[in-house]
């Protein structure tokens, strides 16, 4: 529970500091992008891209590479669900974004690899998506601003057949709302 | 396996032809003289040469190679019997094509057991020129059921999955894979099409919405809609044998648990409940059982349950991976795929014997599909990283295989007896 806390406040502060901004990466944040970005600009213009920018504020951290929320994937050993440690990092960053963002909307979806029954891998992935989603809700996030869904085999990021392959697909995606 | 022939029926609609090719044919053939339809050249394709193929795919019937005939024996010919006995047949099908006045046509035939030199019957059809495919495959009907005692499925039809690239056709054909037509055209991917009872309408498993979501396809006018897209994946329809409701795999209570719903998506409320996957459902011909798989004992199994719900019994036992349960018509028998090691094959469970026989040499089967008389079962494997449908007869003897150069190959399912 407390380390829970420090990162949450860790990453509240981040996204205060890219709240205020129109996007950066937070390392960079506080002083090189901002003279260089907007040296002569009259503040008249900001108001008019308002409605847009407000959605797009908090997704710039999704996308920036430098931020682990860019991070997406969550990879499962063979027939396995449990979210591995390496994976707690990520997990409770995007708990940490869902809960300070409540409006933002997350689709996770599940992936399991080519071998055997489509449906019933359709019930592997759908078991990896619920245990993602299970994580970030016991982290805080509201269970309203998650659907877990699952797209068994159909939907493989790596097609040879082969172990290597095969843990590329077996996968959680996270996708929030806009980008699906 | 003997391979017996390789045919390739060309048609006109050429996009995504499955050919057909037959790899093994049963012990014991009837060998049957199909004489050609007099006039049969006057309506393409020739009634005989379908029938002849229809017989022989089956793999009960052996056509006899003929000598040009003259005069042609037609439905109307007095036959000598002996004769045709002599030339070894068992069976004797003769007819003949005639263009009537308004531009239509008229074919007739008779059916004759040589062997106890007696006529067997025969029909009439008034047609158009478009139906002469149709007309060969109900004369095919009739042969096979006087012959071998039970119902044809050569007026049937089915439904598979073509994936080319990114895109992905529900497509209808014949059930030789001729006159394929392209139900429905996605970017995402479409899988567990399963037929109405009536032949009718398609349920099936769209990911359009970037999850899984069942709808119910209309194959006459196109028209489709939602029957389950609740938070969570939706998949694994189901009819129930009376065609008003579906047994479906929701995960919007958590996990993948088994569901009733009305077919146009009203009154859903769970099934059954567990902590596993429960998945595949398949209600037996009378309605009473469902058949499911889940992974509720530690490994996927196949469970039988009451339809009106209560306690699951596990049905499979040997192996650690058996899945894709699907009753037989009579309900005696059940087919599923089984892995032996790294192969994926059709097995065969005789309910009463507890009896399991594999069924295929393939490696990487999926979705069996029983035709509606039984005999056969259709299947998803994949030759040299081709997806291909495959056939074969629920003794394990007459095996089929249907490709198409144009993509992958996937989803089988049989569609039920038209009226």
Redesign the interface.
């Known amino acids: 529970m407390r380390a829970m806390f420090c990162v949450l406040s860790a990453a509240s502060l981040l996204l205060l500091s890219c709240a205020t901004e129109e996007q950066k990466p937070a390392a960079q944040a506080p002083v090189e992008g901002k003279p260089a970005a907007q040296p002569v600009q009259t503040p008249a213009v900001k108001p008019v891209e308002a409605p847009k920018k407000a959605a797009a504020s908090p997704f710039a951290a999704l996308k920036d590479p430098n931020n682990i929320l860019s991070k997406r994937s969550i990879y499962f050993d063979f027939d396995k669900f449990d979210v591995k440690a390496e994976y707690r990092p990520l997990v409770e960053a995007h708990a940490k974004f869902l809960r300070e963002n409540p409006s933002a909307k997350m689709?996770i979806?599940g992936n399991a690899d080519e071998?055997?029954?489509?449906?019933?891998n359709?019930?592997?992935?759908?078991?990896r998506s619920?245990a993602v989603k299970k994580v970030l809700t016991l982290l805080g996030a509201r269970e309203e601003q998650i659907?877990?869904?699952?797209?068994?085999e159909?939907?493989p990021s790596c097609s040879e057949h082969s172990e290597d392959c095969w843990a590329k697909n077996r996968r959680d995606d996270m996708?929030y709302s806009g980008e699906? | 396996m003997i391979r017996l022939l390789a045919l390739l029926l060309f048609m006109p609609a050429a996009h995504a032809q499955l050919s057909i090719e037959i790899t093994g044919a049963g012990a014991q053939r009837i060998p049957i003289a199909i004489v050609p339809f007099a006039g049969e050249n006057t309506l393409p394709p020739g009634v005989g040469s379908i029938v002849r193929a229809d017989l022989e795919r089956s793999g009960l019937f052996r056509g006899l190679e003929l000598p040009p005939l003259t005069p042609e024996p037609t439905e109307a010919t007095n036959i000598n019997y002996a004769e045709w006995r002599a030339r070894l047949a068992d069976a004797l099908l003769v007819g003949s094509v005639q263009q009537r006045p308004d531009g239509r046509f008229e074919v007739r035939f008779r059916l004759h057991d040589v062997v106890k030199q007696q006529p067997l019957g025969g029909i009439a059809y008034t047609l158009n020129k478009d139906q002469a495919r149709a007309t060969a495959h109900r004369i095919s009907d009739f042969v096979y059921e006087k012959l071998t005692g039970e119902k044809g499925v050569f007026s049937t039809r089915i439904a598979y999955v073509v994936k080319r690239g990114n895109r992905y056709e529900l497509q209808i054909a014949d059930y030789d894979g001729a006159n394929a037509e392209t139900a429905l055209a996605s970017f995402e991917?479409i899988?567990?099409p399963v037929w109405s009872p009536d032949g009718k309408r398609l349920a099936y498993?769209s990911?359009e919405n970037?999850?899984?979501v069942v709808y119910i396809h209309s194959l006459s006018d196109g028209r489709r809609h939602v029957v389950a897209n609740f938070?969570?994946?939706n998949?694994?329809p189901a009819w129930t044998p009376d065609g008003n409701r579906l047994a479906v795999?929701l995960?919007r209570e958590?996990?993948?648990q088994l569901f009733m719903i009305n077919a146009d998506g009203s009154g859903v409320r769970r099934l059954a409940s567990s902590t596993a996957?429960?998945?595949?459902p398949r209600f037996s011909p009378d309605g009473q059982s469902i058949y499911f798989?889940s992974?509720r004992g530690g490994t996927?199994q196949i469970y039988r349950m009451p339809a009106s719900g209560g306690e699951p019994q596990r049905v499979t036992f040997e192996g650690s991976?058996n899945?894709?349960p699907r009753i037989s018509p009579d309900g005696k028998t059940l087919a599923y795929?089984t892995?032996n090691d790294a192969k994926?094959q059709v097995a065969l469970l005789d309910l009463s014997t507890r009896q399991v026989q594999i069924l295929t040499d393939s490696d990487r089967d999926?979705?069996p599909s029983f035709s509606p008389n039984g005999r056969m079962i259709l299947l998803a494997t994949v030759i040299g990283e081709r997806g291909v449908l495959s056939a074969v007869s629920a003794d394990g003897r007459v095996k089929q295989r249907l490709s198409t150069a144009a993509g992958d190959v996937r989803?089988p399912a049989w569609g039920p007896f038209i009226e």
């Open positions: 689709l979806q071998r055997g029954s489509r449906e019933y359709v019930g592997l992935g759908q078991r619920d659907e877990s869904v699952s797209l068994g159909e939907k996708l699906y | 991917p899988i567990s498993v990911f970037k999850k899984p938070k969570g994946s998949s694994a795999v995960s958590g996990g993948s996957i429960d998945t595949e798989t992974d996927p991976y899945v894709s795929i892995r994926f999926e979705s989803e």
